[in-house]
């Protein structure tokens, strides 16, 4: 091997090691967290945002494994996080609804999913069960 091919070989593994590392934590931890295994996955979860802070995916699964453990305060900051990072984001703006309904705060579940609603595509049937039933529990 030549000093050339020694010094490409380096620089190639130094810059594409990262960008692998990204994609295996949230992986791994993707597999973990299907396996119901969240303490573990939480974990790769956190590995991956890390190396990629603005891993949108991450923070949502991090934030199904908080609901999960009924740590509910960082379910919805991680859950912040990902409509900061993609104002989009159905599930997580759906969530976060259903949090703020859970905590009995129906305008903020009402205005999160009038939202969604303008732009649903995924979740627009869960969305109108939950205006219904936001609409039924802020009469009681």
Do not use: H, W
């Not at 790769?44 to 199904?64: G, H």
């Not at 939202?115 to 069960?129: G, M, P, Q, V, Y």
Request: aromatic content about 12%; charged content about 30%; hydrophobic content about 40%.
């Amino acid at each position: 091997m030549t000093i050339r091919t020694l010094v490409i070989f380096l620089i190639i593994s130094i810059f594409f090691k990262p960008v692998f590392a990204k994609t295996q934590y949230f992986q791994e931890g993707l597999n973990l967290f299907n396996n119901k295994k969240f303490s573990e996955a939480r974990f790769k979860f956190e590995q991956d945002i890390v190396f990629n802070p603005k891993s949108e995916m991450s923070y949502l699964y991090l934030a199904k494994i908080f609901k999960n453990l009924d740590k509910k305060k960082l379910a919805e900051q991680n859950l912040n996080t990902v409509i900061l990072l993609n104002p989009t984001n159905e599930e997580a703006i759906y969530s976060l609804a259903r949090l703020k309904l859970e905590a009995s705060d129906y305008i903020k579940s009402k205005e999160l999913n009038e939202k969604l609603i303008n732009f649903c595509n995924l979740f627009c049937n869960e969305s109108k069960k939950l205006k219904n039933e936001i609409e039924n529990l802020s009469k009681k």
